[in-house]
């Protein structure tokens, strides 16, 4: 009795107990530490934790920041994208774990401004007085909901252009010349019509566009209305918009000119150094990634005007969580890292463009060139983008609808569904999106 | 004469500790999660609804539940068998006199040892799509490119290469040390009667090293029913695109766990999550008890 008891009981014992380890899993976190040990060391002495979800060029800055402030150490935290802005979301419903400065993309600052209790009011530090140097709506951005409070400070902003490989398209016996080139697309559909060209030449192991998914959200962006309407409403079954991305990014599919290569994926970096694909939408911050990625191709990327208008992708703003010991700090260190001189700096250096619009017509930027990109006018390109943009109102799920929209387009490329089925299925994801 | 309080009582304090965290780690958050499961219960609400079992309502209609729970048993039963097999057939290799023995039993181990991130990053590299070695040595003998990741039984089998690189070794030890208990005059007796190694292993050992696999078979099959690392990692690995946690566009992957984290932690439905994870847990206790009977009839010919 007792052995066949045994026999029966330990399995499901050990049973539960496996089942409740992964039931209970999922919490850990490798970020976390001691908050203030700097602060327990010496009364003066205090640490400001960053906490990024890529290398914005903040490094040389901080050494900036520290001959003024001599007590403050700055340990800087880089998670990768969508980690970063989850962790974020669970720390600052538990209270516990927030970085002093926490950067949030676009796609989720409406997540972020509409809880104003979570983070301290920039206002009370004077950086309400940083109004004036500002893109209006990457200000307007940065506020509370209900407006009023100032919760976030912009860093850069993502105008949109097209980067090609020269080479691949000599090769297929397209033009180089980023004038010429431009003027091959003014709209999606040459920008396709292009891409069936380019098919056509068939150059050995290239496709013309590495995924549709960039694609499509590029394409959304520079409608007047976005996945949300000003109001907060979903309308991804109603904006004809949404719509013709999505039929657009299909139509790039269907006509066989993806490389099928996701974006931020390894093996998308290795479709840079292999020279997979030969053009990308072009955010500025695109342009440090190339760089980085593609290392052997120095000199064969070009940069062109992007298909159908102006339009943003991506930037970030900076916030200090109400968690944070020292607000006051980490507001002085928001303000030193959002400046016109570090925007400047930084752009020069990673190639992640500034939002502050005196910075526009500044011969050093207007004249930028980098030698990657050979003597791509640099400078100037993102400077036009950047004063052509329209703002868009972003919703408060943005960054979970495009997942959502992401996969169908992944589901249409790999085969899986039709359009159409695929589009259904995107409808119901998003209408379960809360 | 001895205190009887002490032998009374001594055992019950050593077995203690075990019990006092079981029951802290294992029993409270349990039942803890039941009582979320019925609840409207999300990390970012302060306040709490009871809503009875609205939510196990919503996912036994849930597709994506569905789909999740085929994609575990198909990665579950794609992965176990041929490792069962082949670390039963590895254990019989390494049950003789060999040079070198430690070595190599030191060598099963190693795979089980390595990260899993490191397994799974370098198994994506080399079933990727475009550059993979396995695609490349494929197409030597005139197989197309496949894309490993899309499809979903080639996403099955790429991940249940994964996980049996990692445990078909450390099951072959304790298979092992299972047929090393195994009394030496049997097959002394076998091998006078003229029977061959493979009679022996049929005839002798599966049927003596029986509670072993027992073992072995409820403990994989726990595990297997619990995978998520493999998956969430080969989805940002491979390039298929998909959110992190969607097991690939078309959720081909996505395992049960991954569906409660999914749930869990980018919903932050935790109401969901945990009804999600309890029916998880009868699925386990199903499947292991299943699994249980059947191998509890596994007999050799000696009987």
Redesign the interface.
């Known amino acids: 009795m007792t052995s066949r008891f045994r026999r029966i009981a330990v399995p499901l014992i050990t049973a539960s107990a496996l089942a409740l380890a992964t039931a209970a899993c999922g919490g850990s976190d490798t970020a976390s530490g001691p908050a203030s040990d700097g602060a327990a060391a010496s009364a003066e002495k205090i640490q400001l934790k960053v906490g990024l979800f890529g290398d914005l060029g903040f490094k040389p800055l901080y050494e900036e920041f520290k001959k003024t402030h001599p007590n403050v150490e700055i340990v800087e935290n880089i998670t990768q994208f969508n980690d970063h802005h989850n962790n974020l979301v669970k720390r600052l419903a538990t209270n516990a774990g927030a970085a002093d400065v926490e950067a949030v993309e676009v796609g989720y600052i409406s997540t972020f401004t509409a809880q104003p209790q979570k983070f301290h009011d920039l206002k009370q530090y004077g950086l309400d007085k940083r109004q004036g140097d500002y893109l209006d709506w990457k200000w307007q951005q940065g506020l509370s909901k209900q407006g009023g409070q100032v919760l976030g400070l912009g860093t850069d902003v993502g105008g949109l252009a097209m980067c090609y490989r020269k080479d691949l398209f000599k090769k297929a016996g397209l033009p180089e010349d980023r004038e010429k080139v431009a003027a091959l697309w003014p709209t999606w559909e040459d920008y396709i019509a292009t891409g069936k060209k380019f098919a056509a030449a068939d150059v050995a192991g290239a496709k013309f566009v590495d995924a549709p998914g960039e694609i499509f959200r590029a394409i959304v962006n520079q409608a007047p209305t976005g996945l949300y309407d000003p109001q907060d409403n979903l309308v991804v079954d109603s904006n004809p918009d949404v719509k013709k991305a999505w039929d657009l990014s299909n139509q790039i599919t269907a006509e066989g000119l993806t490389a099928k290569l996701a974006a931020f994926t390894p093996p998308w970096n290795t479709g840079f150094a292999k020279g997979s694909f030969a053009t990308i939408i072009c955010p500025a911050w695109m342009t440090g990634f190339i760089q980085e990625q593609a290392k052997d191709a120095t000199g064969k990327w070009d940069i062109a005007t992007v298909p159908g208008g102006s339009g943003n992708s991506g930037g970030s703003h900076l916030m200090v969580p109400k968690q944070s010991k020292h607000p006051k700090e980490a507001a002085e260190l928001v303000d030193f890292l959002t400046t016109k001189d570090a925007q400047a700096q930084i752009f020069k250096e990673e190639g992640i463009f500034p939002s502050i619009p005196a910075l526009y017509d500044d011969p050093s930027i207007q004249s930028f060139t980098k030698p990657f990109f050979g003597d791509t006018p640099i400078g100037k390109i993102y400077s036009e983008a950047a004063k052509a943009l329209k703002p868009q109102h972003l919703g408060p799920k943005e960054a979970d609808v495009r997942t959502a929209i992401g996969n169908g387009l992944g589901r249409v490329e790999q085969g899986k569904q039709t359009p159409d089925e695929s589009w259904a299925q995107v409808l119901e994801d998003v209408k379960k999106i809360k | 004469m001895r205190h009887t309080l002490d032998t009374r009582v001594s055992p019950y304090a050593y077995v203690a500790p075990f019990f006092l965290l ?1 029951g802290a ?2 029993l409270f ?2 039942f803890y ?1 039941a009582w979320v499961s019925l609840h409207e219960w999300t ?2 609400d302060e306040e709490q609804t009871f809503i009875g079992l609205k939510n196990y309502e919503t996912l036994l209609a849930d597709g994506y539940f569905w789909n999740a729970t085929f994609n575990t048993l198909s990665i579950g039963v794609l992965s176990t068998v041929p490792q069962l097999v082949l670390s039963i057939w590895l254990a019989h290799l390494l049950n003789r006199r060999l040079r070198f023995q430690t070595l190599f039993r030191i060598s099963l181990l190693l795979p089980n040892v390595t990260s899993v991130v490191a397994v799974v ?1 370098i198994f ?2 080399l079933f ?4 993979g070695l396995i695609n490349w040595m494929l197409s030597l003998v005139g197989v197309g490119q496949i ?1 490993w990741a ?1 499809g979903t039984a080639t996403s099955h089998i790429a991940l249940s290469v994964m996980i049996m690189w990692r445990w078909t070794g450390y099951n072959a030890l304790i298979f092992l040390a299972a047929m090393q208990a195994v009394p030496r005059e049997l097959y002394e007796a076998a091998t006078l009667d003229g029977a061959s190694g493979a009679t022996q292993l049929r005839r002798i050992t599966i049927p003596m090293i029986r509670p072993t696999i027992i ?1 072995v078979v ?2 994989s099959t ?2 297997a ?2 995978v ?1 690392a493999e998956p969430m990692l080969f989805g ?9 946690v ?1 097991g ?3 959720r ?1 992957f996505q395992t049960l ?1 991954l569906y ?2 999914e749930q ?5 439905d935790f109401g969901y999550a ?1 009804a999600a ?2 029916v ?2 009868l699925i ?2 199903l499947v ?2 299943v699994n ?1 009977l059947l191998s509890r009839r596994v007999k050799g010919g000696l009987l």
């Open positions: 079981f780690f294992g958050p349990l999660t990390l970012l990053v994506s590299q990727g799509r475009d550059f894309d899309a073992f409820i403990v726990i595990g029913m619990q998520i940002t690995s491979s390039g298929g695109g998909g959110g992190l969607s690939g566009p078309d081909q766990a409660v984290y869990a932690f980018t919903v932050f945990s994870s309890w998880m847990f386990v206790v292991a008890g249980f």
